[in-house]
């Protein structure tokens, strides 16, 4: 399956494969926007499940692990039975944020072993822009029987972040806006600024004005810019392990594999006072 997938052709998928439903995760969320779940029940995807990011795709926060550390993959394997993947399921994740929640979701079911998870490029504004239905109202789906293990995509924890940042073959990319990456502002964190060394690069430069990924060859030149090349480390960070999976699967679309993500980041770096911090450009 594909990494992304159009509404035209989602549309398509679900209206000629009714045998083997593909399971539609609604992962309405965003940074201080607590109405997710209620933004779902006014309109969806036919025959979507609700996705709660900080109860499903995340685990108990706190200073030392971050806002948004992975789950328990023992965990994660009850979510997802209870949306209703079983083994060999096509899942396809959206939201109304650009991707950038429900690339937590795809990059957590690649992590966990699934690989027919795929991401509705341009999210529900692509569903609305094509004319397709919404529906209102929960779903809720028939159980699934999918057993997830850890560790199918690469991690790194603080250290190993401070060591690709400082290593002359690798490159940290910053997923956050300029402006938090700079240290001007800091909305949730206790310190503003970045881990030394890493680059900006926020999420909202790979991207087009709908949300949609732009081109992978434009994605591989911008990323080239910032010294991402196949011999090179790579690893993303951003304010909580959220959208710094999108900026993997912008990188992944960009033809660079074993991008490394940094769940704990800036939560969790910002919250140690051994850590040095970094700011301006």
């Known amino acids: 399956m594909d990494l ?5 052709e989602l549309a398509d998928l679900l209206q000629d494969d009714a045998s083997r439903p593909v399971v539609l995760l609604d992962v309405r969320w965003a940074l201080g926007d607590t109405r ?3 933004r779902y029940l006014e309109g969806h995807l036919p025959g979507a499940v609700f996705v709660d990011l900080d109860r499903d795709l995340a685990g108990p926060q706190s200073a030392q692990e971050g806002r948004h550390p992975l789950p328990a993959v023992d965990h994660l394997s009850q979510a997802a039975r209870r949306w209703g993947i079983s083994a060999g399921s096509r899942v396809v994740a959206y939201d109304d944020w650009n991707s950038m929640a429900a690339a937590r979701a795809w990059w957590l079911l690649r992590w966990a072993g699934l690989d027919r ?5 341009g999210g529900l504004s692509a569903w609305r822009t094509a004319g397709l239905p919404l529906v209102a109202g929960e779903v809720t789906a028939e159980p699934g ?3 997830l293990s850890e560790g199918h995509l690469p991690t790194v924890d603080a250290d190993g972040a401070a060591r690709i940042a400082a290593a002359a073959d690798g490159v940290l990319l910053d997923a956050r806006a300029g402006e938090r990456y700079r240290g001007e ?3 949730i964190d206790p310190v503003a ?3 030394p060394g890493a680059l900006t690069c926020p ?3 790979t991207v087009d004005a709908e949300g949609r990924f732009l081109p992978p060859v434009v994605l591989r030149d911008r990323f080239a810019q910032l010294g991402v090349a196949p011999d090179v480390e790579v690893a993303t960070y951003c304010g ?3 959208t710094a999976a999108h900026l993997v699967l912008a990188l992944t679309l960009a033809g660079f594999e074993d991008v490394a993500l940094y769940p704990g980041s800036w939560s969790q770096w910002s919250n140690d006072p051994a850590r040095p911090v970094a700011t301006g450009g």
């Open 185 to 187: 502002t800091e909305p």
């Open 193 to 195: 600024g970045h881990i």
């Open 240 to 242: 909580s392990g959220v």
């Open 36 to 38: 997710g779940h209620e």
């Open 117 to 121: 998870v795929a991401l509705l490029d």
């Open 203 to 205: 999420t909202a430069a």
């Open 145 to 147: 029987d999918v057993t």
């Open 4 to 8: 992304t997938i159009s509404a035209e």
